[in-house]
Structure formats: C-alpha cells, structure tokens
C-alpha cells in the first residue's frame, strides 16, 4: 500500500502562519486551496492499547481528501512543536488521552483537547477497548515487548517503567491501575456529551465484526479503496504471543490471565466505565 508523503504540508502546517489565526473555527492559506479543503477535518481520539498504530499507519494516513497529521510523534521528537488546527483539510490523530503526563504529548496536546470547548463542535472518532484488557496488553507491551524507542523522551518512559517493574504482577499492575484508565473513560465520556458529532468505535467490533466496523468507520470518515483489505489483515489477532513489538490483538484476555478475585476487584473499581461503555 502506497503511503501519502506529504511532508511539505506537514511542515507548512505544523509551522503555522503568523497571518492567521490558528484557533479552531479560523482557516485561510493561500496555498492549502485546493479538493482537500471540501472535507471537514477530522481527529481520531482514543487510549493507548486500541489498535492505534495500525490506525495511525494503515487508516489514517490514507484517508480521501484529507492529510494526516500527527502531533503526539511531532511532540516527542520536538517537544517545543508548534500546535495549529485547521476546521478543513486534515485528519488529526491518533490523539492518545492515555499519553504520559509527564511528557509533552500530555502536556501540549492531551490537555489542549480537554480544555478547549471548541473541540465539542468538532468531528471526533473516538475508539475504545475494554478497559480490563487495556490493562493487560499495557503490562505486556511496556514490561516486556516494546523495543526501546529511537526518540529518547519515548525510551526514557519505557526504561523508567521497567525499573520501577521489580516485583510487580499482572495482577498488582491491573489493580493499581485501574484508577488511572477509569480517569481517561471519563475524559472520553466528557467530549462525548459535550460533543454531537462524534463517532464510538470498539475495538471489540473490529477484531469479531470486521463488516459492521469497517462500514460505520468509512460512512464517518471516508477512506481510500485499498484501506478495508490492508486493516482486516493487520488487525487480525495472533496466535502465539512471543516478546517482541508485536500486539496479540485478542479480546476477553483478562479472563484467562488475571485471577478471579482480581478480576472482582477491577470489576468493582471500574463499575461506573463499564457500565457507560456497554463492558
């Protein structure tokens, strides 16, 4: 699949214009005339452990008439990464509420959308996954299969986690962590009331109802022809999980990796989430 490599808009964009203004609802560049801008901008929020970086790498960056920017991989490679929204022309995303708070993704980006009431009259696609198992996969990948990052605000994260690892379980970690992705639920819950023009998108549906998931995302934000097959493929769960930067992609895993009380007691903390969310 042939990717968009529009790095001149990229950097136009991520630059800005000191003749215009940048805020949400302000558009005027001369040279951003063109198809791209008939289509309303769209962001794409969701938490890590959602599938994310397939979407960023095989949907978003091959939307039809829209650019795909990303503003989290700018922040860590720039975190000083100058930060303009246009209302056309350009899907933004994958938006992470889940970003570290001590990082600038968290700091520049994740509390702008929160604190901005111009992002409830935006077109948002919000996408989800079952908390308990956004629990799992976290353990899995920041513990054990994430390759270190080249860009060193990412690999510092990482390598802070791992020593802090000592003698914690799955168990321990989903337990005292559950707080925290109840707390990023309820950001999302916040932007959808506020907001009428969104899309909510499971991650559930995308690994057992392929069909229903792929036509909602598509009627929201319309894609290119080769995306449907290119995503089905990527996103198919696997069989064997080894210790490398790959996802497993299964549901239900906290079922058979965490114990039953365990499973109790994240039912308990997370009863308000799973109850709004339909888990």
Same mark, same amino acid.
């Given at each position: 699949?042939?990717?968009?490599?529009?790095?001149?808009? %990229?950097? *136009? $964009?991520?630059? #800005?214009?000191?003749?215009? &203004?940048?805020?949400?609802?302000?558009?005027?560049? =001369?040279?951003?005339?063109?198809?791209?801008?008939?289509?309303?901008?769209?962001?794409?929020?969701?938490?890590?452990?959602?599938?994310?970086?397939?979407?960023?790498?095989?949907?978003?960056?091959?939307?039809?008439?829209?650019?795909?920017?990303?503003?989290?991989?700018?922040?860590?490679?720039?975190?000083?990464?100058?930060?303009?929204?246009?209302?056309?022309?350009?899907?933004?995303?994958?938006?992470? %509420?889940? *970003? $570290?708070?001590? #990082?600038?993704?968290?700091? &520049?980006?994740?509390?702008?959308?929160?604190?901005? =009431?111009?992002?409830?009259?935006?077109?948002?696609?919000?996408?989800?996954?079952?908390?308990?198992?956004?629990?799992?996969?976290?353990?899995?990948?920041?513990?054990?299969?994430?390759?270190?990052?080249?860009?060193?605000?990412?690999?510092?994260?990482?390598?802070?986690?791992?020593?802090?690892?000592?003698?914690?379980?799955?168990?321990?970690?989903?337990?005292?962590?559950?707080?925290?992705?109840?707390?990023?639920?309820?950001?999302?819950?916040?932007?959808?009331?506020?907001?009428?023009?969104?899309?909510?998108?499971?991650?559930?549906?995308?690994?057992?109802?392929?069909?229903?998931?792929?036509?909602?995302?598509?009627?929201?934000?319309?894609?290119?022809?080769?995306?449907?097959?290119?995503?089905?493929?990527?996103?198919?769960?696997?069989?064997?999980?080894?210790?490398?930067?790959?996802?497993?992609?299964?549901?239900?895993?906290?079922?058979?990796?965490?114990?039953?009380?365990?499973?109790?007691?994240?039912?308990?903390?997370?009863?308000?989430?799973?109850?709004?969310?339909?888990?």
């Amino acid at each position: 699949m042939e990717r968009k490599r529009d790095n001149e808009n %990229l950097t *136009a $964009h991520c630059c #800005g214009n000191r003749n215009h &203004r940048s805020r949400l609802g302000s558009f005027a560049h =001369s040279q951003h005339q063109d198809i791209r801008l008939q289509s309303e901008s769209v962001f794409f929020i969701s938490l890590h452990k959602c599938a994310t970086t397939c979407f960023n790498h095989y949907v978003l960056d091959h939307c039809r008439n829209l650019t795909h920017i990303d503003y989290a991989k700018a922040l860590l490679e720039n975190p000083v990464q100058k930060i303009d929204f246009w209302p056309t022309g350009y899907v933004y995303g994958v938006i992470r %509420l889940s *970003a $570290h708070e001590k #990082g600038p993704v968290y700091d &520049r980006l994740v509390r702008k959308i929160m604190d901005d =009431s111009e992002f409830y009259d935006q077109k948002i696609v919000f996408m989800i996954r079952d908390p308990r198992d956004i629990l799992i996969s976290f353990y899995y990948s920041l513990y054990n299969t994430h390759r270190v990052s080249g860009m060193e605000m990412l690999g510092d994260l990482i390598l802070e986690a791992r020593r802090r690892k000592a003698n914690v379980s799955l168990d321990q970690f989903a337990i005292s962590n559950a707080s925290w992705i109840a707390e990023k639920f309820g950001w999302i819950e916040k932007l959808m009331r506020f907001n009428r023009r969104h899309i909510l998108l499971r991650y559930r549906d995308l690994i057992e109802n392929f069909d229903r998931f792929y036509t909602e995302l598509n009627s929201f934000l319309p894609l290119a022809s080769d995306v449907e097959k290119e995503l089905f493929l990527q996103t198919r769960p696997r069989i064997k999980e080894k210790l490398e930067h790959k996802r497993s992609g299964k549901t239900n895993q906290y079922k058979s990796k965490l114990k039953k009380s365990t499973i109790g007691a994240l039912n308990e903390i997370l009863k308000p989430v799973l109850d709004r969310f339909g888990y």
